[in-house]
């Protein structure tokens, strides 16, 4: 049984090390050959000084390289950071400089799209480019994976299933993004419980459509290696595109979230392909229920498996495929290995039908956030007190989510605590966006972003702004401004210039206000 991340892939080897364990485009490695790759460069990063705990940044789309760099790194005792593709080069400084990444792995083309920020990023020593094209940075001559940056597996890994193995990004409802520190454990068990209830196993072929910077997209990942399956990697373009993997590689098992399921249901989808699909889930944000009814149409002989989750804790709830239609807009009950409670602030459980917070107890519960003390203890406290026998403190993550849990132990989502926008899929603080705005567009006095409900989106993102004295309004000029430092899942799909924001009686700029004449203006436009 796997202990560290990358013997997912190691420990598969005496039953799978024939079968294909990645797919990307017309290249596939079998399990053999992955487990070697990934040990070739654990050793290279050895032999570059890497030491226990120290970060790698992988700036990659969905490549082979991406993956082996994930599991070398966690081979190599190292903290992989995988960095979401779509990311602007002043969001990827962020990260680099937020958790100080001292690997970077990227391909020559990102490296000239990052050259800028390099040097705001000091604890950057070495950079790995995953083509053949010569690269420079700050005077220092980038190095190439499996040429330059490779060798024999290290005699050390990982020293406890409590080593930090990951960092994953994900915004918060103030400031930029915060990493959450995923241990080993975290990683593996988290692996265990989704492939118990999904009902995993070696013939799976599952496609990954979702960034791998993502808990749910790196899911795919983790949940294919524990059972030998294949994974096929995938950057999502064009819905047909996602119709002609299925048909090509006999997929069995698709992931998603709400505004990529619409899209995806937007086209005809021949019974033979749909139907081989086993199973498909849903994850965050709510499933409409004509989306629902569309895949179920579309998707005749699969399992709809629709769940909750959090970065902080991978996966907590999901509601088995037999009771969808008993128990609509349900979020199911915990995972495998998991207790997920409703409480009160005091930290008492709420009654049936009571709302309260969701807090999420058990091994899936990470390590907090990244250099940020303040913001973990904010978010990761101790077990509510009426759970009896334990003996040391246990923490626990107070979600910040809003649920309501039935007589019967079924829970419902009911809202968030803060102001966070879900767009996409994406978690989007208002607050990044504002910041972006301020830098690129320096005519803005004030800026507040907010988000509304969306057909497709989940919720739209609106700005409101006023402008510094003597600018005359140029409402595609700023748009474009802005746009240019957010990536495309953060774009404002409408923007309001104001000659003044409303201000509430303390004076400062009335958000709620903006939030509900956003709402009934643009909610569903």
Known sequence: MATFF???VTERLALHRDRCAIKVKNQALSYAELA???????????????????RIGVFLPKLTETVVAFLGASAASGVFVPINPVLKPIQVQHILTDCDVKILVTSSDRLKLLEPILADCPALIHIILV????????????????????????????????????ILYTSGSTGKPKGVVLSHRNLVVSA??????????????????????????????????????TVVLMDYLLPGDVVKAVDKHNVTGLAAVPP????????????????????FTNSGGAMPSTTLAQLRQAFPNAKPYLMYGLTEAFRSTYLPPALVDERPGSMGKAIPNAEIMVVREDGSECAPDEPGELVHRGPHVSLGYWNAPEKTAERFKPVPRHVSGLMLTEMAVWSGDTVKKDADGFLYFVGRKDEMIKTSGYRVSPAEVEEACYAGAEEIAEIIATGVPDAELGQAIVVYLALKPGIEPDKQALLNKCKKLLPNFMHPKWMEILESLPRNPNGKVDRALLGRLAKETYANE
């Open 6 to 8: 990358h013997q997912l």
């Open 36 to 54: 070697t790759r990934l040990q070739q460069f654990a050793g290279g990063l050895g032999q570059l000084g890497l030491t226990r705990h120290d």
């Open 131 to 166: 083509d053949k094209v010569p690269g420079q940075w700050l005077g220092q001559q980038a190095l190439h994976l499996f040429a330059d940056v490779s060798g024999p597996a290290p005699k050390k890994g990982p020293v406890t299933e409590y080593d930090m193995a990951a």
């Open 192 to 229: 265990q419980s989704v492939a118990e209830y999904l009902e995993n196993d070696a013939d799976d072929v599952l496609l990954a459509l979702l960034p791998l910077s993502f808990d749910y997209g790196l899911s795919q990942l983790s949940t294919a290696f524990l059972t030998g399956a």
């Open 260 to 279: 990529l399921w619409q899209q995806l249901m937007k086209l005809q989808w021949p019974v033979e392909i749909g139907g081989k699909l086993r199973y």
